[in-house]
């Protein structure tokens, strides 16, 4: 009698959907907060910094332990702008950013996000400058959206489309200058 008990429990059980993890939705740990410390942290390097690596310092953001996901960039370096794996995407910037003096970044506008239960949408602008360690400069202009999923209670990104155009710092040295003017 106990046997069939256990059974039927277990059946039932099952019949109920399980309840949904939650992510945080606003705060410190909601997918806009991240989005724009993944861009102003995560990806900065200043000159001095030890050298970037993606899965130390990028472990945040990224589900590193099932890293399947789609990973979009334009301004990749090498051959390869799109990625299945984001440890493969992550340590393909390595050497970009370790021949780099600096890689700066400074938001600007179109930031928007939509967060959902499980997953989430994040959309920001934002302008970049690389001093690499040869002396040349890059600067550009871009988009960033990424799509979230919640596991284990933390945010991890599994969709990344980012897009960026070639610019003169002329032309997006004011992002970087604080309200009052400093810079």
């Not at 596991?151 to 980012?162: S, V, Y």
């Amino acid at each position: 009698m106990m046997r069939k008990f256990v059974i039927a429990a277990g059946l039932v059980m099952c019949a109920f959907p399980v309840a949904a993890q939650t992510c945080p939705q606003t705060g410190d740990a909601a997918p806009m907060a991240l989005h724009e410390h993944w861009m102003m942290e995560g990806w900065e390097r200043r000159e001095g910094d030890a050298d970037f690596v993606f899965s130390q310092k990028m472990s945040r953001y990224y589900d590193l332990e099932d890293s399947e996901g789609v990973f979009y960039d334009n301004f990749a370096p090498g051959d390869a702008q799109l990625f299945r794996n984001a440890a493969i995407y992550g340590a393909n910037w390595e050497r970009l950013q370790n021949a780099s003096r600096s890689v700066l970044h400074a938001l600007t506008d179109a930031n928007d996000s939509i967060i959902g239960e499980g997953v989430a949408s994040t959309t920001l602008g934002f302008v970049g400058t690389i001093n690499r360690l040869d002396g040349e400069i890059i600067a550009f202009d871009g988009r960033s959206q990424l799509g979230w999923a919640c596991k284990d209670g933390a945010w991890k990104i599994r969709h990344e489309l980012n897009y960026a155009r070639v610019a003169e710092p002329e032309a997006i040295a004011h992002h970087y200058r604080a309200p009052d003017g400093a810079q």
